[in-house]
């Protein structure tokens, strides 16, 4: 190996490659990505989407808020059924928002604790003590 870097051929050649890499790179490249249209599960991405949305408008408080306001159920589900695919994605996302925000608090508790024993952890190993009076 030692020699083949002595050689004059070596050096040549890795100016070369070095020159014909940074010609080929020069050029910018075009990639294009787009989302391809199935028109084939349109009906079962619609359905599934109304009954996400079914499923937040049965609890118990969106259905005393929609009475509060002078709606039935089965008037805001027929409201919701002649939507637009758009519209009724729009909801169906919102209604997602909803009920990720309506657990009980359990997972701010359970971070809540990940965090007092990564604090107790961190402590322990630099040699600290933690009294409690």
């Known amino acids: ?76 589900m027929a409201k919701i059924r002649s939507m637009s695919d758009t519209d009724l994605h729009r909801l169906a996302t919102l209604a997602d928002r909803v009920a990720a925000g309506t657990d009980s608090g359990v997972g701010f508790l359970i971070g809540l604790a990940v965090l007092v024993i990564l604090v107790l952890v961190i402590l322990m190993i630099m040699n600290k003590r933690v009294v409690v009076r």
């Open 1 to 76: 190996m030692a020699m083949m870097r002595r050689a004059g051929w070596f050096v040549v050649l890795a100016v070369v490659m070095a020159g014909w890499m940074g010609l080929l790179g020069s050029f910018p490249s075009v990639a294009e990505a787009s989302v391809i249209a199935s028109h084939g599960g349109a009906g079962d991405l619609r359905a599934a989407e109304l009954t996400r949305v079914q499923t937040v408008l049965e609890q118990k408080v969106v259905m005393q808020k929609l009475m509060d306001y002078g709606v039935s159920s089965e008037g805001a």
